[in-house]
């Protein structure tokens, strides 16, 4: 059972639009379903290393989303409904599905609303951490099990999931340096959209910094803070701003993740510069993705990260710590847990049909198979 207190209906299953048309923003694969059937062994994973049966008491969850029109938030939500439903917890379970619109103000009170209500559980997806400080004493007062998705660690969670997001950003922005030299620039200009709102596009930004730092021949002509609110919009203003002030002597536009650099990518498209000026950015949206394979779409590169999993191991957890008593430091020996994900994502990998952004096979990791077929292994 899945209800909604954001003012926006959820039924069918408790998604907050329907399923299939949730599942297509998230792949034309139909989401976990599809993966499971591509994978055999994806419903092992999800299922977990121990057996992963309904707990036999109800839990009351409350699910808290900074911002749940994100398609990170969406694919993470519907990864947790497709494994309650697979393991047949839906049963048992009440997830309260809340969404703070992007307000970290609202989450903080949500988070206190969640303690007051006596919850069996809270999940915070993509939160802001660092301004719930007040709040997360008043969880850890309540004794009440706390899980985020990449909000970032902080106490008293037992675990975050997320991925490496500095290595995200030394694989896409070095991919973005090793595309200039491929052809043959001495000199390159560039310009970024900075995004310091969220724990891991803050973190991508300054690693793209610190590869700056080691390609001084590469200048970064002017950057724009963005903030999630009106994020598209402001990344398409700035863009064209930049379009305007430099036009064809930009080489490329950095960008934190898939969707402010599918805004940049329209408005370089929009000039009749997509074979000048490319974008790069992270996350591996299917959106994107399916624009990539256009080889004349200004995005070349992203790297796809598992928000699904992430939704459904946070359900295993809970299963298994809340549901059946497991001992949380066994079962989470490290409080940040980390998913592997592909590492770069370009137009000759995108996934084929029937995939999951993360199923697809990492760009370098083509390159090791055919050195390994050469070799005999």
């Not at 109800?58 to 990170?72: C, F, P, T, Y």
């Not at 137009?347 to 029937?354: A, C, F, Q, R």
């Not at 995939?355 to 390994?372: A, F, G, M, N, S």
Request: glycine content about 10%.
């Amino acid at each position: 059972m899945t209800e909604s207190r954001d003012g926006t209906p959820v039924s069918g299953g408790g998604m907050l639009m329907s399923r299939r048309k949730l599942l297509g923003t998230t792949g034309k694969a139909g989401g976990l379903a599809a993966a499971a059937a591509a994978a055999p062994n994806f419903l092992d994973f999800i299922l977990g290393s121990t057996p992963a049966q309904a707990a036999e008491k109800e839990l009351n969850i409350a699910v808290l989303g900074q911002q749940i029109a994100a398609q990170s938030d969406q694919r993470a939500w519907a990864g947790m409904q497709t494994w309650m439903k697979a393991v047949g917890v839906d049963k048992v379970w009440k997830t309260n599905l809340v969404d703070a619109k992007g307000d970290p103000g609202k989450l903080v009170s949500q988070i206190q609303d969640a303690v007051t209500a006596k919850v069996d559980a809270i999940v915070v997806l993509f939160g802001t951490l660092t301004a719930a400080h007040a709040a997360l004493e008043t969880v850890k007062a309540s004794g009440i099990p706390f899980f985020s998705i990449d909000s970032g660690w902080q106490a008293p969670a037992i675990a975050d999931l997320t991925s490496n997001n500095y290595v995200m950003s030394g694989q896409f922005t070095q991919f973005m340096v090793d595309k200039f030299l491929g052809a043959g620039k001495s000199k390159a200009k560039i310009a970024a959209i900075i995004a310091n709102f969220h724990h891991g596009t803050r973190k991508r930004g300054k690693v793209m910094q610190t590869v700056l730092s080691e390609n001084e021949w590469i200048e970064l002509v002017d950057s724009r803070i963005i903030q999630y609110d009106g994020f598209y919009e402001k990344t398409q203003n700035a863009v064209n701003d930049w379009l305007t002030r430099y036009g064809d002597q930009l080489d490329a536009i950095w960008c934190p993740w898939d969707e402010p650099a599918m805004a940049a990518s329209e408005a370089i498209k929009a000039k009749g510069l997509q074979d000048k000026i490319f974008t790069v950015a992270a996350d591996g949206h299917p959106t994107a993705l399916e624009r990539m394979g256009d080889p004349h779409w200004p995005q070349k590169a992203t790297t796809a990260q598992a928000f699904e999993l992430w939704g459904a191991y946070c359900c295993w957890l809970i299963n298994e710590i809340v549901g059946k008593g497991g001992d949380a430091k066994v079962l989470v020996p490290v409080p940040i847990v980390e998913f592997p994900a592909p590492l770069i994502v370009s137009g000759v990998n995108v996934p084929e049909k029937g995939k999951q952004p993360w199923q697809t096979t990492d760009l370098y990791y083509i390159y090791q198979e055919r050195v390994l077929k050469g070799m005999g292994g």
